[in-house]
C-alpha cells in the first residue's frame, strides 16, 4: 500500500453542500455534491416507503404495483451507486492511504454487504403484497423497513463522516472528476433520464437553488424531460404517504 501525503491546508476549497439529515460535509479541495444529494435522496425514499406501507390499504392492489415499480427505482439507484464505490472509488482511495483509513473503507464495503440483503427483503415483500397481499406480509415489509432505514442511515453517516474525510485528504479534484465520469458512464442516457428526478424530489428553497447552482445543465435538463413519468409514479406509490 503506497501512502500519498494528505492535502496541505489552503483557503480555495469549495463550500460544502449541507443538505437536511446529512452527517457531516468535510472541508477539502473536492465539492462531493452530487454523493449528498444522492444520499438525502436515498434517506427520504426509505422514511417515504417506510411510513406509507403502513398506512397503504392491503386491498389496493394498484397501489402495491405502484410501490414494488418504485422501490425498484430507488434499489437500482442504491444499489448502482455502492456499486460504483466498491469498484472505482475504495479501490482507488486503498492505493493512497494509511492502515487507519483502510479500516474505514473496509467498513464501507462491509456495510453494503450488509445492507444489500435488507434491500432484497424489502423487495420481496412489495413483490408479494404485488401479488397475494395480506396484513402479516404488510408488517413483515414494514419492519424490514424500518430496518433498512436505520442500517442505511447509520451507514450513510459513517460514510459523510469518515470515508468523505478521507476522500477529501487523498484525491485531488481530477481523480474525483474522473470517478464521477465513469459513473456517468456506468448509469447511461436512459437510466440517467429516469432517476435524475428521484435525486431532486423534496429539494425546496435555498437547498434547491444550492444544488441546481452545481449541477451541469444536461442534468437539469434531464430532471425536467423526466419529470412527468417520475412524478406519476411516485405520487399512485405515495398516495398513502401520511409524511
Known amino acids: 500500500m503506497t501512502t500519498h501525503p494528505a492535502h496541505p491546508a489552503h483557503t480555495a476549497h469549495p463550500i460544502q453542500l449541507r443538505l437536511p439529515g446529512q452527517a457531516a460535509a468535510p472541508d477539502g479541495p473536492l465539492d462531493p455534491f452530487m454523493m449528498y444529494v444522492l444520499h438525502h435522496g436515498f434517506r427520504r425514499d426509505l422514511a417515504d416507503f417506510a411510513a406509507t406501507v403502513p398506512a397503504t ?41 494509511d492502515n487507519a483509513e483502510a479500516e474505514v473503507l473496509q467498513a464501507m464495503e462491509d456495510e453494503h454487504d450488509e445492507i444489500d440483503p435488507l434491500l432484497e427483503e424489502c423487495a420481496a415483500g412489495f413483490a408479494r403484497m404485488s401479488e397475494r397481499a395480506d396484513e402479516q406480509t404488510r408488517a ?33 479534484p481530477q481523480d474525483w472528476d474522473a470517478f464521477e465520469e465513469k459513473m456517468s458512464k456506468r448509469s447511461g442516457l436512459a437510466e440517467t433520464l429516469r432517476t435524475c428526478p428521484l435525486m431532486a424530489k423534496g429539494l425546496t428553497g435555498p437547498d434547491r437553488e444550492a444544488v441546481y447552482a452545481r449541477i451541469p445543465a444536461i442534468l437539469r435538463l434531464m430532471i425536467r424531460l423526466g419529470g412527468p413519468r417520475f412524478r406519476r409514479l411516485d405520487d399512485r406509490a405515495f398516495y398513502y404517504n401520511p409524511r
Open 140 to 172: 413483515t415489509l414494514a419492519d424490514a423497513l424500518q430496518r433498512a432505514q436505520e442500517v442505511l442511515g447509520r451507514h450513510l453517516a459513517h460514510e459523510e463522516t469518515d470515508a468523505i474525510a478521507i476522500v477529501q485528504r487523498r484525491l485531488t
Open 57 to 97: 390499504p392491503v386491498d389496493d392492489a394498484g397501489t402495491w404495483r405502484a410501490l414494488s415499480r418504485r422501490w425498484a427505482m430507488f434499489a437500482h439507484a442504491l444499489h448502482h451507486h455502492h456499486t460504483g464505490e466498491d469498484l472505482e472509488l475504495w479501490p482507488l482511495l486503498l492505493e493512497r492511504c
